[in-house]
C-alpha cells in the first residue's frame, strides 16, 4: 500500500462542474503539496499546507492533520484545467525523502 | 527572474550507454532534487542536493548519481542504461529544501532503444 493515496485516478466532468480530488497519507509529514502537470510534462506547485486551507483563485486545498487526509477542490472547473493533480507528503525529517500520490488524471469537458 | 532549466529536453539513448543530464536552479536556491517519472510508478524520488552535499537518496541502483557545483547547478547521470530507465527525469529547486517548497524544471525526456 502507498504511503500516500489519492482518489479518484481518473475523474471526466463538464465545464462548470465543482470538482474534488482526495488524497490521504499514512506517514508523518511536514506538510502537503499540491502539484498539477500539463500534457507534455511541466509541473507547477499549486499549494503547500500543513493546516487548515488555502484558496487560489478557483481552486481552494484543504487538509486535515488528525485524519491525514487533504482535499483538492476546483470551483467552475474549465476545459484547462484538465491535467494530472498530484499530491505529495514533505518529510518531517529533513533527511528523508518526499513521497508521491500517484496522481489523478481530470478531464473536463467543454 | 529565470526558472528551473533543465537541458536537454529529449534524448534518444541506445541501451548500455550513459547519460548526464543538466539542471540550473533558480538563483539563490541551494537545493536541487531530482525525480524520475514514468507511466507505472509515477513520480519516484531521486536524490537531493543541498550546497554540493547529496542530502537524501532514493530508492534506486547505483548506475543512478548526481553531483551539484558550487554555483548550485547539478547534473545527473545514468549509466548503463536499460529500457527501463526511458522516463520524464524532473529536477526541482528549492531555497532551503522540499519541506519548504520548490519550482520544478520542465523535465528531460529520456528514450532509451
Known amino acids: 500500500k502507498n504511503e500516500v493515496e489519492q482518489s479518484p485516478q481518473n475523474l471526466t466532468a463538464q465545464e462548470g462542474e465543482f470538482i474534488t480530488i482526495n488524497c490521504s497519507y499514512s506517514?508523518?509529514?511536514?506538510?502537503l503539496h499540491w502539484l498539477q502537470q500539463h500534457p507534455g510534462g511541466g509541473i507547477v506547485s499549486l499549494f503547500m499546507?500543513?493546516?487548515g486551507k488555502k484558496k487560489h483563485g478557483r481552486l481552494i486545498a484543504t487538509i486535515n492533520i488528525q485524519e491525514k487526509h487533504s482535499s483538492l477542490h476546483i470551483t467552475a472547473s474549465h476545459p484547462r484545467d484538465s491535467a494530472v493533480y498530484i499530491c505529495?507528503?514533505?518529510?518531517?525529517?529533513?533527511?528523508?525523502?518526499?513521497?508521491f500520490g500517484k496522481g489523478t488524471r481530470l478531464h473536463i469537458l467543454p | 527572474k529565470a526558472g528551473v532549466t533543465q537541458t536537454p529536453r529529449y534524448l534518444i539513448k541506445t541501451r548500455g550507454q550513459q547519460v548526464t543530464l543538466s539542471c540550473s536552479p533558480i538563483?539563490?536556491?541551494?537545493?536541487v532534487s531530482w525525480y524520475q517519472q514514468t507511466p507505472g510508478q509515477g513520480l519516484q524520488f531521486l536524490f537531493e542536493?543541498?550546497?554540493?552535499?547529496?542530502?537524501n537518496k532514493g530508492n534506486f541502483p547505483g548506475r543512478f548519481s548526481g553531483r551539484q557545483f558550487s554555483n548550485s547547478r547539478s547534473e545527473m547521470n545514468v549509466s548503463t542504461l536499460e529500457l527501463g530507465d526511458s522516463a520524464l527525469y524532473l529536477c526541482?529547486?528549492?531555497?532551503?529544501?522540499?519541506?519548504?517548497?520548490?519550482?520544478f524544471g520542465s523535465g528531460t525526456r529520456l528514450t532509451v532503444v
Open positions: 542536493y543541498f550546497s554540493e552535499t547529496q542530502r
Open positions: 538563483s539563490g536556491h541551494r537545493s
Open positions: 499546507l500543513s493546516s
Open positions: 506517514v508523518g509529514i511536514s506538510a
Open positions: 505529495a507528503g514533505s518529510p518531517m525529517n529533513r533527511d528523508d525523502k518526499i513521497i
Open positions: 526541482a529547486s528549492s531555497s532551503q529544501g522540499v519541506a519548504f517548497g520548490y519550482t
